[in-house]
């Protein structure tokens, strides 16, 4: 069968690529040897956030009396938590293979490998072997196992299997204290399990900034998770009964369950690279230019296999630029707005730089930091927890980068998206009239502050 364009993997990157590509008329094949919208449908983004989701009422529930209502006993069933999960993930997953279907693309159930820089071989429910002008390459990520103690997915669990327990341990490690692990630790503190995070690292999420950074650890010390930093795991020995974590330095901690969220890494073996002659880096992400075309014309690549930022709305961008190249349109891939969510609770959500990366780019940079504290929606909410800050050049007053910790971070953050991705400054905020009461107000405030014009805040002693 011949394409105009072939997409392997069907994912948050691929199957918009082949949206974005159907569009423009092109003939399309979507191979998947999966489930359709890959990792973050089926056992990524929304499966977690839809458990996330419950214990966030759960949350609300447990807050009632303080709100004035009275609910008697709350109780939860996880399992009921876990079907739901399920029966949202296959629900979504029904109408995106509408959309695909509608959009007029082949939908193509195997393993693709190249057989040249033009043909595949397809392995699956029927082998065959397609051809297409174009390939873009969508393979994504999946959880890294340390050979030193691999997952069993019985006592020893990653980000995939961990999804599918139907009873909760009692107590559980989580090594890792990146974004993946802090929020399994959210999740399983709030259903009343005893959580410990180990990280190598000197803070949890510390990518994320020492202010996030130190807010989260507040947070989570509330909660009674334990988090031990500057320590790295030896082994993980499994038995009937638990687990044994071995630290180094001959320290070791009994468990139930651990959780293995140490990072992902790129899914590009079995794909026949070589033969197509596309190059890799030693980890075996794909390298790509600005439209994200490799080094083989007609090839690209996009998402968690490129290594670039392993977010599914950054895999869902750089599609629309990889199909508008392959249809002629001139596009170019920029990162210097890539919005990032954490959903802990209190959520975490940034974009552009941190204070202390901006630093290191010898930027002269000040902050305006807004603590939730000080704001009417938050206390109406009772969600005061957390801060909203701005990081602004001091010679240009142009907006780097913005981070916030509390309600409604998720939402939050697409306003400092869009002031960054088009330059604004300062200015551009505070002249802009913002609702109230509202949480969006907390920008507003930072602005202000950054600029030394503080209105619900006390002002700079000078």
């Known amino acids: 069968m011949k394409f105009d364009v072939a997409v392997i993997g069907a994912g948050p990157g691929g199957y918009v690529a082949a949206i974005r590509a159907a569009q423009s008329g092109k003939s399309v094949a979507l191979i998947e040897k999966n489930f359709l919208g890959g990792t973050c449908l089926n056992v990524g983004c929304i499966p977690t956030k839809t458990l996330l989701a419950s214990t966030s009422v759960l949350h609300k ?43 007029k693309i082949e939908i193509i159930q195997g393993q693709a490998e190249f057989v040249s820089p033009k043909e595949l071989k397809i392995t699956g429910e029927k082998k065959q072997i397609i051809s297409a002008d174009n390939v873009i390459i969508a393979t994504g990520s999946l959880p890294f196992d340390v050979p030193a103690f691999p997952c069993d997915h019985k006592r020893i669990l990653n980000s995939t299997s961990v999804l599918e327990l139907t009873e909760l341990p009692k107590s559980i490690a989580i090594i890792g204290g990146g974004y993946i692990g802090c929020e399994f630790a959210s999740l399983f503190a709030e259903l009343d399990v005893k959580v410990t995070i180990f990280e190598a690292m000197p803070a949890i999420v510390s990518l994320q900034g020492k202010a996030i950074s130190d807010t989260l650890t ?10 031990e930093t500057g320590v790295k795991v030896a082994g993980i020995d499994a038995k009937d009964s638990g687990v044994t974590v071995r630290l180094e330095g001959n320290k070791q901690a009994e468990f139930d369950l651990a959780l293995v969220s140490v990072g992902r890494k790129v899914v590009s073996d079995d794909l026949g690279l070589k033969k197509a002659g596309v190059k890799t880096s030693e980890r075996g992400a794909i390298e790509v230019d600005e439209k994200m075309e490799t080094n083989v014309p007609g090839i690209y690549a996009i998402g968690d296999v490129t290594g670039i930022a392993m977010l599914a709305h950054v895999a869902s961008h750089q599609a629309i630029v990889a199909a508008d190249n392959v249809v002629g ?8 707005s890539v919005p990032a969510v954490i959903f802990t609770h209190p959520e975490i959500a940034t974009v552009g730089l941190t204070l202390e990366e901006a630093q290191e780019k010898g930027l002269e940079a000040k902050v305006g930091s807004f603590p939730f504290q000080a704001l009417g929606k938050a206390q109406a909410a ?17 907006i780097l980068g913005a981070q916030v910790v509390g309600h409604e971070a998720s939402a939050l953050i697409a306003e400092m998206a869009i002031a ?20 969006a107000e907390s920008w507003l405030e930072a602005a202000l502050i950054a600029s030394d014009t503080p209105i619900h805040f006390p002002p700079r002693s000078r």
């Open 420 to 439: 960054i991705n088009n330059e604004l400054t300062l200015e551009c905020v505070t002249e802009t009239i913002h609702a109230h009461p509202t949480v």
């Open 329 to 336: 349109k001139r596009c170019a891939m920029h990162y210097h």
């Open 382 to 398: 009772m969600e005061t927890e957390g801060f909203a800050q701005v990081i602004v050049d001091k010679k240009t007053n142009a």
């Open 61 to 103: 529930v447990r807050m009632a009396k303080d709100f004035g209502i009275t609910t008697g006993s709350v109780s939860f069933d996880y399992s009921q938590m876990k079907a739901r999960k399920d029966k949202v993930v296959e629900s979504i997953r029904a109408s995106l293979g509408g959309l695909i279907k509608a959009n």
């Open 218 to 227: 507040k947070a989570f010390l509330k909660k009674g998770i334990v988090i």
